[in-house]
């Protein structure tokens, strides 16, 4: 007859425990997993089904109840690593979102408001379309099995513990919220400058023949070439996301101590 004692039992339960904490903690945050179109009982499902399958390789330190102090510091360990994570990677497609509301403004498309089928707000069309275009070819690359993977190998480079990202950890997450204004603008420069440029020549003409009525004529022109901007610099975008996207997993890498 096999004996098991309750430490046994207590140690069985946190290797299961603290790695669903952090692989929930991060598809809670993280773009695609943490859409609202996504019931929240798939997330529970597919981060306990992970948990329950990496469990006998994660290194879970011994001597420490899970209702302990310690045990208490290390799930809320798990919890900041996990959205930390997650949150770095959802910058980059808030960034695609914010180019596409960038060149929206500048064509006048600033009062069409749709719902963002991943954080469920108002967003506007073109930040909307940009946003849908970036999650499939996030799904195209296979980004979703990548995050996994990094999560789950994160358990061997960052192991559970007390100690955490620390102090450079968290000045690189801090820096990294950088990219939400860069990413933007380097995705949405291009249309804007176009743009700028159709609204000088609109403002030539207004010298010119002020009788003319700009705003009837003006904005469907503007958003007529601004349509032709976004159709032209669409691999622009698609080749910006992919480098975004490449540098946002090294970054994952780098925080989990890969």
Request: net charge positive.
């Amino acid at each position: 007859m096999i004996a098991i004692t309750s430490a046994q039992l207590e140690h069985g339960i946190a290797a299961i425990l603290w790695p669903f904490v952090r692989i929930g903690s991060c598809f809670m945050v993280a773009p695609v997993f943490g859409a609202v179109t996504v019931p929240g009982q798939i997330r529970i499902v597919l981060s306990g089904a992970i948990a329950l399958l990496i469990a006998p390789l994660v290194p879970v330190p011994t001597g420490i109840a899970l209702l302990s102090g310690a045990g208490v510091l290390i799930t809320i360990q798990q919890v900041v690593i996990g959205v930390a994570l997650g949150f770095c990677l959802r910058l980059v497609f808030e960034a695609l979102s914010l180019g596409g509301q960038m060149i929206a403004n500048s064509m006048g498309l600033s009062l069409s408001f749709n719902i963002d089928p991943l954080n469920g707000t108002s967003t506007p069309a073109l930040g909307q379309l940009y946003t849908v275009l970036v999650t499939l070819i996030f799904l195209l690359l296979d980004g979703h099995t990548a995050l996994i993977r990094i999560l789950v190998e994160g358990f061997r480079t960052l192991p559970i513990g007390t100690s955490g990202f620390g102090p450079r950890g968290l000045w690189t997450i801090v820096n990294w919220g950088s990219i939400l204004f860069s990413g933007a603008l380097a995705v949405a420069l291009p249309g804007i400058t176009a743009l700028l440029i159709t609204n000088l020549a609109f403002g030539i003409v207004s010298r010119a023949a002020p009788t003319l009525n700009l705003f009837a004529t003006g904005l469907p022109i503007s958003i007529l070439f601004g349509l032709l901007v976004i159709i032209v610099t669409l691999p622009v975008v698609e080749s910006g996301f992919v480098r975004l996207l490449g540098e946002s997993f090294m970054l994952l890498r780098r925080l989990s101590g890969g």
